[in-house]
């Protein structure tokens, strides 16, 4: 069972950039699809952006051209570039992955806010 180890968060002003990372205890390279969630206190956590094995990626309205996901197959990490943060980005965010069993790390607070 893979677990996920979520970093990179922190306070950043609007318009900064932030890469996010998630570390994963095993091999990637067969998980069909990798993801990042995010989610506000009283909220759904919802879907940010998803990256297939092959590196199709998809990305919610909100984020779309700002917010960018990656994997890296050989290290087992999954990235999002996130720049022209906004105040509404703010946000504990999840990694996922798309294997049965799953279960949600701690993920890591984003902050935006000047």
């Known amino acids: 069972q893979v677990q996920l180890v979520e970093s990179g968060g922190g306070l950043v002003q609007p318009g900064g950039s932030l890469r996010l990372s998630c570390a994963a205890s095993g091999s990637i390279v067969s998980i069909l699809n990798m993801a990042w969630y995010r989610q506000v206190p009283g909220k759904q956590r919802e879907l940010v952006a998803r990256?297939?094995?092959?590196?199709?990626?998809n990305y919610a309205d909100s984020v779309k051209d700002r917010f960018t996901i990656s994997r890296d197959n050989a290290k087992n990490t999954v990235y999002l570039q996130m720049n022209s943060l906004k105040p509404e980005d703010t946000a504990v965010y999840y990694c996922?992955?798309?294997?049965?069993?799953?279960?949600w790390g701690q993920g890591t607070q984003v902050t935006v806010s000047s």
């Open positions: 990256i297939s094995r092959g590196g199709r990626a």
């Open positions: 996922h992955a798309g294997v049965p069993g799953f279960s």
